[in-house]
């Protein structure tokens, strides 16, 4: 995983405000070049998306979200061993609990 990845996604997670080359957070929002990637809604829920960039630099990105994992094969996505086929909408992923250490996967 790169640099860039674990700290804007460590940052994300914290809640914090981190901005490094094409990646930003605003603290409840993951960016990959202003297109909104990863969110935390108000009740602790984990969304992501593709914002329909089906890139390397987007996979590398998201797959840094814990329990998140991205493959491709033949142009196709894979969510955590499932065909992603809406990947440009937000998919819920599941709960973060920080007082759990970490995301509740549901």
């Known amino acids: ?8 996604v460590s940052n994300w997670l914290m809640r914090k405000k981190f901005r490094r ?3 930003h ?4 929002t993951l960016y990959l070049h202003n297109n909104p990637i990863a969110q935390i809604d108000s009740d602790g829920n984990v969304l992501i998306r593709s914002a ?3 890139t390397n630099t987007t ?3 998201l797959n840094g979200v ?3 994992r991205i493959n491709q094969k033949n ?3 894979y969510l955590n061993g499932q065909t992603w086929v809406n990947s440009h909408q937000w ?5 973060w609990s920080p007082e759990n250490g970490g995301m509740i996967i549901q």
């Open 1 to 8: 995983m790169r640099q860039v990845t674990r700290l804007a």
């Open 21 to 23: 080359d094409n990646t």
């Open 25 to 28: 957070t605003d603290g409840d």
């Open 52 to 54: 329909g960039w089906e």
């Open 59 to 61: 996979k590398e990105r």
């Open 66 to 68: 814990p329990g998140v």
């Open 75 to 77: 142009w196709q996505w």
């Open 91 to 95: 998919t819920y992923i599941g709960k």
